[in-house]
Structure formats: C-alpha cells, structure tokens
C-alpha cells in the first residue's frame, strides 16, 4: 500500500509541475493571476508529503534496499557463518 501511495504522489507532482507549465506560457507574466505560484505551492506540498511517507516507510521497515552486493543482508551474513 505503502509503495502505491508513493506512485500516486508521484503522478500528482508530475500533474502540478504540467499544470505550472501550462500556466506560465498561458499567463505571461500576468501579475493578477496567481495561478503559478499557487502551483508551486502545491507542488511544494506534494514533494514533502513525498519525502515524509518515504522517511515513514524506511523507519517502519516497510521501504528498504535487498540488493545481492548489500554486505548487510541476511545470505551474506550466512556465507559468513553469521
């Protein structure tokens, strides 16, 4: 679940920084809208909620690395006789 939530945070980061772009040809310069900066803050909002549920996720151990060449996991440590 941990990794879908991940997936759709991305997607909307990806989906803020389009609507930014959009906003910023369709604008041009417009000092009235606010429409860009507005996007950025949301796209600011959704990099730290982002970062947050990855911090969350390799604290709980849900997130984390099981790489062959990792001299931590646990077949290394058997080879070892650990």
């Given amino acids: 679940m941990l990794k879908t939530l991940i ?3 991305m997607m909307a980061l990806v989906a803020s920084l389009a609507s930014g772009l959009y906003f910023l ?3 041009q310069g417009d000092t ?3 429409r860009l900066v507005t996007s ?3 796209r600011l ?3 730290s909620g982002l970062i947050a549920v990855i ?3 390799v604290a709980t151990g849900q997130l984390g690395h099981r ?3 990792d001299a931590g996991t ?3 440590q058997e080879q070892r006789g650990g």
């Fill in 74 to 76: 646990i077949e290394s």
């Fill in 55 to 57: 911090i969350y996720g």
């Fill in 25 to 27: 040809m369709v604008d």
């Fill in 67 to 69: 790489n062959p060449w």
């Fill in 7 to 9: 997936i759709i945070f």
């Fill in 40 to 42: 950025l803050g949301v």
């Fill in 32 to 34: 009235q809208k606010r």
């Fill in 45 to 47: 909002a959704l990099a």
